[in-house]
């Protein structure tokens, strides 16, 4: 069982920074991503990292604007934002898998979710 909390959600304007965070009860060999959902649309994937290896896949959507990062003595997850836009509004979602069914950007992979976190980019 792995238990996934986010935080540090927000406002900000575009352009703009920020972090949010995943806090998991443990980052042993999980494969941890984070999903966003918009208003009206599907949720989809942003970023992945692989906790063992600390490998990292981006969305072509967010490649160069977002890192993912893990701070093991945390157990946490980061998603570090920058040079945000409107369109990455949304509910973010951390998520993660062990026995993983699936590519990285599938959420039926994914066993573990977290509640989630809003993020609000206005221009």
């Known amino acids: 069982q792995v238990q996934l909390a986010e935080s540090g959600g927000g406002s900000v304007q575009a352009s703009g920074s920020l972090r949010i965070s995943c806090a998991a009860s443990g980052l042993s060999r999980l494969r941890l991503a984070w999903f966003r959902r918009a208003d009206g649309k599907e949720r989809e994937a942003v970023a992945v990292?692989?906790?063992?290896?600390?490998?990292?896949v981006y969305a072509d959507s967010v490649k160069g604007r977002f890192t993912i990062s893990q701070d093991n003595a945390k157990n946490t997850v980061y998603l570090q934002m920058d040079s945000l836009k409107p369109e990455d509004s949304g509910m973010y979602y951390c998520?993660?898998?062990?026995?993983?069914?699936?590519?990285?950007?599938?959420?039926?992979?994914?066993?573990?979710w977290g509640q989630g976190t809003q993020v609000t980019v206005s221009s």
């Open positions: 998520a993660a898998c062990q026995l993983c069914s699936g590519g990285w950007y599938a959420d039926a992979a994914y066993k573990y």
């Open positions: 990292i692989y906790t063992a290896s600390s490998s990292t």
